[in-house]
């Protein structure tokens, strides 16, 4: 066993300081590229939000698969440290090809400010996806592991206090990325057209993934590094499947039952391997129902945070981006994680009630599945707020009039007179087979309006005389996505004009005409109108707040002998707030603090000391298939309403934890360094001349 001199700080080995360091930059490097992945998807590559959703929860599926190869790397070969060098040396490449990836100008040859190519960036962001995973799950089970490696046997209170600081360090890199990337995120750079700059968004992660890197480096001379004991993975599954094996030969009556169907495999394997593989699978057994919490917990990155771009993030005088939403999960876990460790658990304990770690991750799958009620009441909240769109035989019709005399329009079964520069204020819905006739007047006899409505759609009847109208297919079946704002404009003047604002251009819209839609994020937004009929001494400029998920029409008419802009609201924007999304991020929260460091610690506590890291693996693995449940669910669903695949996760977890439950009534705690040393006491009665030889001394948590 390779070892340095131990040195210590505060009565903790000075080796954790460089892994605790580690591990909040490296976490930073993960958390603040995963929080830009869906927007991504959706923004910059253009996916709908099902096969974004779907390829985000494939790569953390990825990520948490690849910690079997990591355990199998550092148990069997390389040894934790090598293993975690090695493997950040491949996660630090993959970020940089993930920035790479997302440079626009890489592919813009037009400079028209979209990428002309957008294979080669999907190619790009795979490859950098790939290795990031395989890099981030190879180090996952070695270095929480690595870190319990550290302490000596009676530091077993400094060791449980270490997996809290481990998991505070995690959750305080998460917390500063999923601040920080969002907001380089919306900041516009680029070589040839102002694009959303996901380089430096992405490229920061890259930078603190090299930092990670250096740090873990540096302390290489004062960590106490255990040797790899060979392929114990590989003994794990030939000692099992001999046992299956031997047990399905030996089936017949006649051959004696044996205590444990592992028993069958003492013909071949010793007595402390069978029992190191019987603890292994005692604790495996009680992992299955584990994937449904991370099912659910997962979910913040994916369709929580599609949640927000429907919401308001104004705050007060601050403006919240959607992705930054998954920052109130990192702040609340700085904040419970020091509560619940020095407050909530010794008050429960001084109450009397034995609160097990299976008892707390019990409690921790019962908040996560309440926090998905709550998501799905926010749903019911939002849904009730979205505009109503015509559907089947249904059109819908709105009247703008942009004359400068009154207008009057009689629509079947209602009539409506509009002043000069106004409009209805609301789209009317029709069936498109009723639709007989609509007529227009202005000091005189009426006119019927000839055009052939398109069933299923919204219209705006664009009139200046009763003679002279123009009926404009909106384009705009939905209400825009991601907090996206619909703006178009209509051209009152005598003369063509072109708009151009954050980078786009409305070109040539003609007299009497509408633009279609383009879509702005939210923010104040400059508006520059270019024509050379615009007299010099006009102000060509005009600026308007954007808010979330609205549509607009701007009429751009003569005053003053100057253009100038009347705005006119399509489709209103979110009005639900984000900060409605803290409830439900505080309870998952809660149930993370309960479910997920205790379930860290119970995994190294009853690992044998030779498989830690396959079992660290095994917890990982749990986090894997959760992510493919919601590629099920929701691929197999296809839910018409939000709210009620919300509703069915939660259903699923609660009938989970009810299952959980009983499974941990049933489990015996154990303490692994008690069972080898009393294997120890056995082998030296039985060669007393000499004694057993122990691979690695780390002792274990004392439940």
């Known amino acids: 066993m390779g070892m340095s001199q131990t040195r210590s700080c505060f009565g903790y080995p000075l080796s954790i300081f460089f892994i605790v360091v580690n591990e909040f930059c490296e976490r930073f490097s993960y958390y603040g590229m995963r929080a830009l992945l869906i927007l991504y998807f959706t923004q910059f590559i253009k996916w709908d939000d099902n096969l974004s959703t779907a390829i985000y929860h494939t790569f953390i599926a990825l990520c948490y698969l690849t910690p079997i190869l990591g355990a199998l790397i550092a148990d069997s070969w390389l040894g934790k440290f090598k293993t975690i060098v090695s493997l950040s040396i491949v996660y630090t490449i993959g970020q940089v090809i993930t920035a790479i990836s997302s440079i626009n100008d890489l592919s813009d040859s037009d400079h028209d400010g979209n990428p002309d190519n957008i294979a080669l960036h999907v190619a790009l962001s795979m490859i950098g996806l790939v290795l990031i995973a395989l890099g981030t799950g190879g180090i996952k089970p070695c270095v929480s592991a690595f870190g319990g490696d550290q302490f000596e046997e009676s530091q077993e209170k400094q060791r449980n206090r270490f997996f809290s600081i481990f998991y505070l360090a995690i959750n305080a890199g998460s917390l500063l ?191 996560a599945a309440m926090a998905f009620v709550v998501a799905a009441i926010v749903q019911v909240e939002i849904d009730k707020t979205l505009p109503v769109f015509p559907k089947g035989n249904e059109v819908q019709i709105k009247a703008l009039n942009i004359g400068n005399d009154n207008m009057t329009i009689f629509f079947p079964g209602k009539t409506v007179t509009l002043d000069q520069m106004s409009d209805t204020n609301e789209f009317f819905t029709f069936d498109v087979n009723t639709l007989t006739s609509i007529n227009i007047s202005s000091n005189g006899s009426p006119m019927p309006v000839t055009h052939k409505f398109e069933a299923g759609h919204r219209h705006t009847l664009l009139l200046w005389a009763p003679h002279n109208y123009l009926v404009i297919k909106d384009g705009l079946n939905q209400k825009p996505e991601k907090g996206q704002n619909g703006i178009r404009f209509v051209n009152a003047l005598n003369y063509s004009f072109s708009v151009t604002v954050d980078g786009k251009n409305y070109t040539d819209i003609t007299i009497h005409n509408a633009s279609s839609y383009q879509f702005l994020p939210s923010g104040t937004k400059t508006f520059t109108l270019i024509s050379a009929h615009i007299p010099e001494i006009c102000d060509k400029t005009f600026t308007s707040e954007l808010g979330f998920g609205s549509a607009y029409t701007y009429i751009i008419r003569m005053q003053n002998g100057c253009p100038k802009e009347k705005l006119t609201e399509d489709i209103s924007p979110n009005s639900i707030n984000m900060a409605l999304q803290i409830p439900q991020y505080f309870l998952l929260t809660c149930g993370e603090v309960v479910f997920s460091v205790t379930g860290l610690e119970f995994s190294y506590s009853q690992a044998p000391s030779n498989m830690k890291s396959v079992l660290q693996a095994g917890w990982l693995l749990t986090v894997a298939v959760g992510n493919i449940i919601v590629l099920i669910v929701a691929g197999a669903g296809q839910f018409s309403e939000q709210w009620a695949e919300y509703i069915l996760f939660a259903a699923l977890l609660l009938v989970v934890c009810v299952i959980f439950a009983i499974m941990a009534r049933f489990y015996t705690y154990i303490n692994p360094a008690e069972i080898e040393a009393q294997f120890d006491e056995d082998e030296k009665k039985k060669n007393p001349e000499t004694p057993y030889c122990i691979m690695d001394p780390v002792s274990q948590t004392q439940m």
């Open 177 to 367: 990325s999923t601040v920080i990337t969002p907001i380089l995120r919306v900041q516009e750079c680029g070589i040839h057209s102002k694009q959303a700059c996901y380089p430096l968004a992405f490229g920061v992660p890259a930078a603190l993934m090299a930092v990670a890197l250096i740090v873990f480096v540096i302390g290489s001379g004062m960590y106490k590094k255990v040797q790899p004991q060979g392929n114990i993975m590989g003994k794990v599954v030939k000692c099992i499947g001999f046992a299956i094996k031997n047990r399905f030969r030996h089936r017949s009556k006649e051959f004696p039952k044996r205590e444990h169907w592992l028993d069958w495999a003492k013909e071949k394997y010793d007595e402390r391997l069978i029992s190191q593989i019987k603890m292994v699978t005692k604790v495996m057994f009680l992992y299955i129902p584990l994937p449904m919490f991370w099912a659910l917990f997962d979910q913040q990155g994916s369709r929580w945070t599609l949640q927000a771009t429907t919401m308001n993030g104004k705050i007060g005088t601050i403006e919240i981006q959607p992705d930054q939403m998954q920052t109130v999960n990192a702040i609340l876990i700085v904040i419970m994680v020091p509560i619940v460790d020095a407050v909530v658990y010794p008050l429960i304990a001084k109450c009397g009630f034995n609160f097990t770690a299976l008892k707390k991750m019990t409690v921790g799958m019962f908040l």
